[in-house]
């Protein structure tokens, strides 16, 4: 189930943001938690089964379009089709008028898991 980030879930976010690429070093990693936490166009998003598993990060472009800016797994529940599930979760969410697109770091994923056909 996808949840809305909240400032409880700092450290398990902070985790599961230090996987993607660019979020390597720590002042970055705190701050971008910071502007998914103070900024009204990004939004953050938890994947929870028993436990959060997973991190989902958006960037609103416009009315229509949202960006696919951070998206991490766990690597122990990582090729179970997780990332999808969020993804697809996220288009349940937001209308259907709304586009959702890849960025550098999010783009091969959606080609990877065949979104693109599902996503507009």
């Known amino acids: ?3 809305r980030y909240k400032k409880a879930h700092e450290k398990i976010a902070m985790g599961l943001l230090s996987f993607m690429p660019n979020e390597k ?9 910071k502007d ?11 994947w ?6 997973g991190l989902l990060g958006i960037e609103w472009v416009n009315e229509n379009e949202v960006e696919l800016k951070d998206i991490s ?5 990582r090729h ?3 990332g999808k599930q969020m993804v697809e979760a996220l288009r349940e969410m937001l209308s259907d008028e709304i586009c ?6 999010t783009g091969t994923f959606f080609e990877r898991c065949h979104l693109e056909e599902n996503i507009k």
């Open 1 to 3: 189930m996808l949840i």
């Open 25 to 33: 070093d720590i002042k970055k990693l705190q701050q971008s938690i």
């Open 36 to 46: 998914y936490e103070e900024m009204d166009s990004l939004q953050l998003f938890l």
């Open 48 to 53: 929870k089964e028993e436990d959060i598993i």
């Open 73 to 77: 797994v766990n690597p122990s529940h």
């Open 80 to 82: 179970q089709g997780i």
């Open 100 to 105: 959702i697109k890849g960025n550098e770091y």
